[in-house]
């Protein structure tokens, strides 16, 4: 009995001994200041959304402490009770802004994003309709238009904004749109059938491992959001094991992001199968959810990102010599203006104002004081320089607009 009681004392103890133990590793990471939750999380409409009232350190090109409201929106992680009211203000225009990881923008803080440098310009807008704009960023990483329109679906119209601004970017959006191309079976996609009509792919719902991550994953890394050492832990697993075998998935990878022998779409039609397909299914969608947008009594905008060969003067030399005639640095832009115009929407072209500023600065907007490297995303000038173009057409468009119609007010505002 004796031995019973003295092998129980010293169980108990040990437990005290490593719990006292974690709780003071634990306390030690929080002191130092120690914050990788995980930023996402799987949702059932998009595949994956940003994860409610998580807040930590991203790092990649630079590093930044993001913070996530309960909405599920990034906001300043000065304000992080800071919520967007689904009743909008009547004298407030809102504007719902999507995209991939250039829209969602984790490389700068939240005020030296496009859309809040946007926001700011648009409230000094004299041609604006009311007289306040409130802008949105609903942008999240790795999605095309098929899961933007899904996340405007599920999540944005919600917010009952007046414009929805979807934000293209040329150098994987087509690919994240279509399931030949992007092969993750988790997510949402685009295709069209035999008529030409969009086709909603949501197969991935159904899948029993998607449905298992739903639930079983969702829940393993909302523990993990709440314990730094639960964080230290996955950011090994996730260095030692999960990069190095998603490197051998990439150079194994048969249809790449950029097909060997061709440009990207940005600059030249499709002359393969894959970004013939790609090409049409974009145009099939983006017609579709602007339809949609245009039904409910909003207005449908959209713009796109520049790649950095269109931007920057040696890296737009090297692919003329590469490929010729075949290339046209505006492409994108020359191509969507037309088409917008017919489907009832408004495209901004922006590539070749955003070049024509570099020009004249000198400014790299890809090059990252942080790794003193150039690639990946924009940095804050880039965002600067977007979102000072964006809100000069925009308020330009409100002024050719409120001079057709005799006032300050666009077709989409004056209907509602």
Known sequence: MIGRRRLLLAATASMAAVAFALAVVEAGLRVIGYSFPPLFMYDRDAGARHRPNAAGWFVKEARQFITINAQGLRVPSDSPGLTFSLAKPPDTLRIAVFGDSFTEALQVTYRERFTHVMEQRLNRCPARPRARVEVINFGVSGTGQ?????LYRSMGRRFDPDIVLDMVYPGNDFRNNIRAWEKNPFLPYWDVDSRGRLLLDNRFRDDPAFRSKL???????????????LQLLTEVYVKQVLEPG???VLEGET????????PSLAFAEPRDPMRAHAWRVFLTGVEAWARQVAAEGRQFMMSAFPLPAAVLPQAWKRLKERYGEK????????????????????FFPVTMALAERARETGVNYWYHAYTARVGGHFNAQGHRAMGEVLASRLCAYWRRIGAARGRDVPAAASSR
């Open 146 to 150: 098929a899961r933007q329109m899904a």
């Open 215 to 229: 639930f079983w994953s969702n829940m393993r890394q909302e523990a993990v959001k709440h314990s730094r050492i």
């Open 246 to 248: 998603r490197r051998q």
């Open 255 to 262: 249809v790449p992001d950029w097909l060997p022998g061709e």
């Open 327 to 346: 290339v046209s640095r505006d492409r994108f832009d020359r191509v969507m203006v037309p088409f917008a115009a017919r489907v009832g929407f408004v």
